[in-house]
């Protein structure tokens, strides 16, 4: 069989590479689920049976001891339920909707926390809600992607800084060499996406032992309950079982909410960012099953799977291939193709690749990281500055350069 005939059979065997490495998510993403919820029913089920075991005794107990009718007891139960909803409490808290308290709970509603411990029980407060939250989440997430992208440039910086450190304490930089010359001795050097997690990661374990810390005197709650909240508030799954600042009175009040205001934003942003470079090397995997299952697949068509799928994906341990104009990936310059221009949408590269190819190759953080290092501004498309669809890292650089690609395309 000739090879375009081989590639033509290959086709009709194979789907998109960007639908493929949706479905292929979609199904573990599934699969996650079910062994998350079989794990958390058999951890959790046995003790709400007991709880509610011991709610029912309880309830015949006081019902015989007061001479109180079930049906009476369940009504007041109810009662107090919905005063509870709306923030009647026998203990003492501070007002729910004052200003403070409403501005805690905006801050809880922007950042998609959302605790639901104060939630508005008005019409118009719910028709308000809606038209508020929906401009107020998007700003913060815009928030946190420009954020990620100055976290990203910062660490760039100090990554190269701790390089050429190592570089004159080997003997191989000489130590009175100026900086410009230093930086054009590194031009196979690039951050690495696996360090910026690692140090995400271990600011978002410092910030949570921090703020536990902090909340376990002062709030009364067990260390681990501390930290076991810090992870839901930061995460932005926010239950709402465990919500920091809510006693009328502290110790020291106005700057235990201000270190709280602090811990939530801090810790939100960090666990963000973390989620985004851990999202790049998800895909990093699932290329990878990808290739992998391409294989199984379809053995006689290795030498045309190089063709199949889209332009934009890089495969972890694939060799860099030409340009379709004879160019390699290595070459300088900015994109004016729409092969490496495609090459924007976020994926990342093999270890192996990472050493020996440039900032046209890499994905969008991978290529931020370098030039940050570097000092020099990214280079994008002429197309998408012209569109204004440029610049961004993570989810918000996908939609922008997908964006632009399809601005183009009209």
């Keep these: 069989m000739m090879p375009a005939q081989r590639l033509q059979g290959c086709r009709s065997l194979h789907i998109n590479e ?48 007061f001479n109180i009718s079930l049906q009476d007891l369940s009504s007041f139960l109810k009662e107090y339920e919905a005063a509870i909803a709306a923030g009647v409490r026998v203990d003492a808290l501070r007002p729910r909707w004052d200003f403070t308290g409403a501005f805690y709970f905006v801050g809880t509603v922007v950042s998609t926390i959302g605790f639901g411990m104060t939630t508005p029980v008005t019409v118009a407060g719910k028709v308000f809600l809606i038209f508020y939250g929906l401009l107020g989440c998007a700003a913060t997430i815009l928030f946190f992607n420009l954020f990620l992208e100055r976290i990203i440039t910062l660490l760039a910086v100090v990554m190269k800084a701790v390089r050429l450190r190592r570089l004159r304490t080997s003997g191989l930089l000489p130590p009175g060499i100026c900086q410009d010359f230093a930086a054009s001795t590194l031009p196979g050097w690039k951050p690495s996406v696996y360090h910026v997690m690692l140090i995400l990661g271990l600011s978002a374990i410092v ?146 690749d990472l050493t020996g190819s440039n900032k046209i190759s890499l994905a969008i953080m991978q290529k931020q990281l370098s030039e940050s290092a570097n000092g020099y501004p990214r280079t994008v498309c002429g197309s998408s500055r012209q569109n204004g669809f440029s610049g961004g890292v993570g989810a918000l650089g996908i939609m922008n350069n997908r964006l632009a690609e399809t601005s183009d395309s009209r």
């Excluded at 292929?24 to 062994?35: E, F």
């Excluded at 009364?220 to 501390?226: E, H, I, K, R």
């Excluded at 009040?253 to 810790?267: D, K, S, V």
């Excluded at 972890?316 to 300088?332: A, I, K, V, Y």
């Design 207 to 352: 910030i949570s032992c921090c703020a536990s810390a902090m909340y376990t005197p002062v709030e009364g709650w067990a260390y681990l309950d501390s930290l076991y909240f810090c992870f839901v508030t930061f995460s932005t799954i926010g239950f709402g079982d465990l919500v920091s600042s809510q006693n009328a009175e502290y110790g020291y009040q106005g700057l235990y909410r201000l270190a709280n205001f602090i811990f939530i934003l801090t810790g939100v942003c960090c666990i963000y960012s973390l989620f985004n470079v851990i999202s790049i090397v998800i895909k990093q995997v699932l290329n990878w099953m990808l290739g992998k299952m391409s294989c199984l697949c379809c053995q006689r068509c290795n030498k045309a799977n190089a063709f199949l799928g889209r332009r934009n994906a890089i495969r972890p341990g694939s060799r860099l291939r030409r340009g379709r104009f004879g160019r390699t990936p290595d070459s300088d310059g900015p994109c004016d193709s729409d092969t490496e221009g495609r090459r924007l949408s976020g994926e990342m590269i093999s270890m192996r």
């Design 18 to 65: 960007d639908n493929g490495r949706f479905l292929l998510l979609a199904v573990l993403i599934i699969v996650y689920l079910l062994c998350g919820a079989a794990v958390f029913s058999a951890i959790e089920r046995p003790s709400e049976l007991r709880a509610h075991g011991r709610w029912n005794r309880t309830l015949l107990n006081f019902s015989d001891t």
